[in-house]
C-alpha cells in the first residue's frame, strides 16, 4: 500500500479535478458558436447523464472504499481480493440493465423535451450513444474505490486528468471537424471506455495479481452490497437532483433555457472538484478511524471543512461579484444578460453544495449511509414541485434560486446529523453555522445588485473580511507546517 502526506494526496487529486474546468472553459466558447443553444443545451445534458452514471453503481464502488479500507486498517488484506472479483461483475451486470433500460426508454424520454422535429432525431441517437457508457462508469466507480482505499491518488489521478480534458477536447474535435452532435458524444464515450481499460491495468498491479470477476465471491460482495444499498439510493436520488432541474426547463421553456442555465452552471460547478478532491482523501481517512474508533474522527472533519471554505469561497465570491463580466468576455453580451444571475445563484450553491461534502463523508464512514440516503430521498419529490414553480414564476433565475435553497437545506441538515452522530463536533458546527450564515447573506446581497460599482465595492468588503479570518481560518498547527515547509523551500533554493 503507497502512503503519502494528506496534502500530497489533495495536492494530487485536486490536480486531477481542475483538467476539466480548464478544458470547459476553453472549449465551451466554440462549442456554443458551432453548436448553437439548442444542440449545445443536448450536449450538455449528455456530459450530466454520462457523469451520474456513475451513481448507478448500487453504491459498490462508494462501499469498496469503505470496506477496503476498514479492512486494511484491521490487516486482513487478504480479504479484499475476492470482494473486488465478485463486485466488479455485478457492477457490470448492474450497468448493462441500465443500458437496456436507456434504449426500450430512448423515445419516450426524447418526447418529453421541448425540441424542433428536426432535432429529435438527432436527440434519440446522441441518447443511444450515451446508453453505452454506463456499463463502463459503473465499473470505473468500483476500480476507482478499490485503489483511492490502497491511498494509490497518483494512478486514479492520471486518468482523471486524461479523461478530463478528453471529455471536453473530443466533443470539441468532433464538432470542429464534423459539426457532429454524436460524433461529440461518441468521443466522450470512448475516452470513458480507454479510462476503464487503464484504471483496470493499475488495479491489478496494486493488488499484486490480475483480478477476474467470479461468482464465487458472491458471499463477500453480499456483505459490501448491504452497506452500499442504502449508498445507492443515496447517488440515484443526488443524479435525479442534478438533473431534473435541466429536464424541467427542457420541457416548460426551450433548450436553449437549458444552454443559457448548464452551461455556468457547468463552469461554476467545477469549484466542487475542491471538495471532492478532499472527499476521495478524506473518506478513506474516515472510514480507517470509524473502524479504530480513533479520535481523528473530529480532526479529519474540521480539517474538511476549513480547507473547502478557505479554498472555494474567495473564488465563489469573486465569481458571483463579476459575472456579468466575466460570462461577457467568455460567451458574449447576449449570453451574459440571461445567464448573470444564474450564475450568481450557482456561485452560492457551489459553496454550500462543497461544505456539505465533508459531513456527507463523515456519515457514510461512520456507517450511517441510510440517513444521507433518506436525506436525498426526502429532497427530491420538494425539489421538482419547487423547481416547477419557480421556472413558471421566473425561468431560469427561479430554477437556479431554487437549487441554492437546496443546498441550504442539505448541508444545515448534514450538519445536524453529523452533530448528533459525534457530539464532540457540536461546538464547531455551531461555530460554523453563524459564518455559513455571513456568507449566504453575502452572496444574496450580490444578486440585487446590478450596478458593477455597487459589487465591486460588496467583493472587496467580503474578500477583505475573509483575508482578515483566513489565519485563524486555517489553524494554527496548519500554518506553522505551511512556514516550515516554506522555509525548506526556500532553504533548497538558496543552497540552489
Known amino acids: 500500500m503507497t502512503r503519502r502526506s494528506f496534502s500530497t494526496n489533495v495536492a494530487?487529486?485536486?490536480?486531477?479535478t481542475v483538467t476539466p474546468a480548464l478544458a470547459a472553459a476553453l472549449t465551451l466558447p466554440t462549442l456554443y458558436r458551432l453548436l448553437g443553444a439548442d444542440r449545445l443545451g443536448v450536449l450538455t445534458l449528455a456530459w450530466?447523464?454520462?457523469?451520474?452514471?456513475?451513481?448507478?453503481?448500487?453504491?459498490?464502488?462508494r462501499a469498496l472504499t469503505h470496506e477496503t479500507s476498514q479492512l486494511l486498517a484491521r490487516d486482513r488484506a487478504a480479504d479484499i481480493r475476492p470482494l473486488v472479483k465478485g463486485s466488479l461483475l455485478l457492477l457490470g451486470a448492474i450497468g448493462a440493465t441500465a443500458t437496456l433500460g436507456i434504449v426500450l426508454g430512448a423515445d419516450a424520454i426524447v418526447s418529453r423535451l421541448h425540441a424542433a422535429g428536426a432535432l429529435g432525431p438527432e436527440i434519440r441517437t446522441t441518447l443511444l450513444v450515451c446508453a453505452a457508457a454506463v456499463p463502463l462508469m459503473t465499473v470505473s466507480a468500483g476500480i476507482r474505490g478499490v485503489l483511492e482505499a490502497y491511498g494509490r491518488f497518483d494512478m486514479t489521478s492520471l486518468v482523471r486528468v486524461t479523461l478530463g480534458a478528453a471529455t471536453y477536447l473530443g466533443p470539441w474535435l468532433a464538432v470542429r471537424s464534423y459539426n457532429s452532435l454524436v460524433l461529440a458524444v461518441a468521443a466522450i464515450v470512448a475516452a470513458r471506455f480507454v479510462s476503464v481499460?487503464?484504471?483496470?491495468?493499475?488495479?491489478?498491479s496494486t493488488l499484486g495479481a490480475p483480478v477476474v470477476a467470479s461468482v464465487s465471491a458472491w458471499p463477500e460482495v453480499r456483505r459490501t452490497l448491504a452497506g452500499g444499498i442504502?449508498?445507492?439510493?443515496?447517488?440515484v436520488a443526488g443524479a435525479a437532483l442534478t438533473v431534473v432541474d435541466r429536464l424541467i426547463l427542457g420541457a416548460m421553456v426551450s433548450l436553449a433555457a437549458i444552454a443559457f442555465y448548464s452551461t455556468p452552471q457547468?463552469?461554476?460547478?467545477?469549484?466542487?472538484?475542491?471538495?471532492m478532491a478532499l472527499s476521495a482523501v478524506l473518506f478513506p481517512a474516515l472510514s480507517a478511524a470509524a473502524a479504530r474508533e480513533s479520535n481523528d474522527l473530529t480532526r479529519l472533519f474540521t480539517r474538511g471543512i476549513r480547507y473547502t471554505f478557505a479554498l472555494v469561497f474567495p473564488l465563489a465570491a469573486v465569481g458571483a461579484g463579476l459575472a456579468n463580466e466575466w460570462?461577457?468576455?467568455?460567451?458574449?453580451?447576449?449570453?451574459?444578460?440571461p445567464s448573470h444571475h444564474v450564475a450568481q445563484w450557482f456561485c452560492l450553491s457551489v459553496l454550500l453544495q462543497s461544505l456539505a461534502v465533508t459531513p456527507l463523508n463523515l456519515l457514510q464512514a461512520a456507517g450511517r449511509a441510510h440517513v444521507t440516503a433518506w436525506l436525498q430521498l426526502a429532497q427530491l419529490p420538494i425539489f421538482i414541485a419547487a423547481v416547477w414553480y419557480a421556472v413558471s414564476v421566473a425561468g431560469i433565475a427561479g430554477a437556479a434560486f431554487v437549487w441554492a435553497a437546496r443546498m441550504l437545506l442539505d448541508l444545515s441538515l448534514l450538519l445536524w446529523?453529523?452533530?448528533r452522530?459525534?457530539?464532540?463536533?457540536?461546538?464547531?458546527?455551531r461555530s460554523w453555522s453563524a459564518g455559513i450564515g455571513l456568507a449566504v447573506i453575502f452572496f444574496v446581497a450580490m444578486t440585487r445588485f446590478d450596478s458593477l460599482m455597487a459589487r465591486g465595492t460588496l467583493l472587496a468588503v467580503g474578500l477583505s473580511l475573509f483575508a482578515a479570518s483566513l489565519p485563524r481560518l486555517i489553524g494554527h498547527d496548519d500554518l506553522a507546517q505551511f512556514r516550515a515547509l516554506a522555509a525548506r523551500h526556500l532553504s533548497r533554493q538558496a543552497q540552489a
Open 421 to 429: 452522530y459525534s457530539p464532540g463536533l457540536l461546538g464547531p458546527i
Open 48 to 61: 450530466v447523464a454520462i457523469g451520474s452514471c456513475a451513481l448507478l453503481d448500487a453504491g459498490l464502488g
Open 12 to 16: 494530487l487529486t485536486l490536480f486531477a
Open 197 to 204: 481499460v487503464v484504471l483496470y491495468v493499475f488495479m491489478e
Open 417 to 419: 446529523l453529523s452533530s
Open 327 to 337: 460570462l461577457g468576455l467568455w460567451l458574449g453580451k447576449d449570453f451574459a444578460l
Open 230 to 235: 442504502w449508498m445507492t439510493l443515496a447517488g
Open 266 to 275: 457547468e463552469l461554476i460547478g467545477k469549484l466542487t472538484l475542491v471538495p
